[in-house]
């Protein structure tokens, strides 16, 4: 593992490719770039009877240097420092700052590799990466850059505590606008804070926590260092996210079934079935509702007569609306 401090004064964890991934990339690479000069070359022969001795080999001296020039500083220019063999193992060729690995740097790299690698059967290269912290060949040394492996594993860094007394504060404040950008610079922050001096705390705590403060509201009680708020910000969103994460997962065993919880079983508990009496003219009976065997025979229950037959002197000449379920209709 190595550090690598950005522009912007984050420190990186990354890890350095190893002197052995590193010959098998090389080894890849040097494979197409044979196969390429030797289909070349027997093409240039078949012609040879033809064309001018003198004019072959020069073409021939050109494209070799073409090839084992020209070809890492374009596909590496174009990949941002991967070429075919880096890319089948996972590496890749950053700046000493971590960024990308740009055209005058994989010039620098091409032009020394040739002379290393090719001329002085890698020698050079070797003592070189051996004696490098971060493996480093004379090309790396020459173009400011480093080779990385992104497969590599990466030691997560602890998440962050929250302070006691900010704790109420934490709970009610507005979280959802924070950038994810500006998440990660805080948490390289806080886990890289104890390597950096004093000045560069201060300086850098309250860079990160005015940025956030722009975007959580209200703002901390007074007197709250930089560090202290920051960690308090990030500790809140952490446990609102694991909050939404166990409602999510709890929500999944629910529609599968493996285990209802109780407040979505009393939520979510279907209504009991009611069966409607079948329709009867006024005065027939209505056949009682089926009953289970060994129950209770249940009467026929006597639907309701009309209005008119029970109160014959209420008629429907008198101007008067009927009543009908508590609404009165027009006459």
């Known amino acids: 593992?190595?550090?690598?401090?950005?522009?912007?004064?984050?420190?990186?964890?990354?890890?350095?490719?190893?002197?052995?991934?590193?010959?098998?990339?090389?080894?890849?690479?040097?494979?197409v770039q044979a196969a390429a000069v030797v289909s070349v070359f027997l093409l240039v022969a078949n012609t040879a009877s033809v064309t001018d001795s003198a004019l072959l080999t020069a073409f021939m001296i050109l494209f070799v240097v073409l090839v084992f020039v020209g070809y890492p500083v374009l596909v590496e220019t174009l990949t941002r420092g991967r070429s075919l063999g880096k890319l089948a193992l996972g590496l890749r060729v950053v700046g000493d700052d971590g960024g990308p690995e740009l055209f005058r740097q994989a010039l620098f790299r091409a032009l020394a590799g040739f002379v290393e690698l090719y001329l002085l059967t890698g020698g050079p290269a070797v003592i070189c990466s051996l004696l490098s912290p971060r493996g480093k060949r004379l090309g790396d040394v020459f173009a400011g850059t480093m080779v990385i492996s992104e497969r590599g594993p990466r030691s997560p860094a602890p998440p962050p505590e929250m302070p006691p007394r900010l704790a109420g504060w934490a709970a009610a404040a507005e979280l959802s606008q924070l950038p994810d950008d500006l998440i990660h610079t805080a948490r390289q922050y806080l886990s890289r804070r104890d390597d950096l001096s004093p000045a560069v705390q201060q300086e850098m705590?309250?860079?990160?926590?005015?940025?956030?403060?722009?975007?959580?509201?209200?703002p901390p009680p007074p007197g709250v260092p930089p560090h202290v708020y920051i960690s308090a910000v990030l500790a809140e969103r952490r446990r609102r996210h694991l909050e939404r994460l166990t409602l999510r997962a709890e929500a999944r065993r629910a529609a599968a079934g493996q285990g209802v919880p109780r407040y979505a079983a009393a939520v979510y508990a279907p209504a009991p079935l009611h069966t409607a009496a079948p329709y009867a003219p006024p005065g027939a009976a209505v056949p009682a509702p089926h009953a289970p065997p060994g129950a209770a025979a249940v009467p026929p229950v006597q639907a309701p007569a009309p209005a008119s037959a029970a109160h014959p002197g209420s008629a429907s000449g008198s101007g008067a609306g009927a009543s009908t379920g508590g609404f009165t209709l027009p006459s």
């Open 1 to 31: 593992m190595s550090d690598l401090v950005t522009g912007d004064a984050v420190v990186l964890d990354v890890s350095t490719a190893q002197l052995p991934i590193r010959a098998a990339a090389f080894l890849i690479d040097l494979a």
């Open 205 to 218: 705590g309250a860079r990160i926590a005015a940025r956030t403060a722009a975007f959580v509201s209200p």
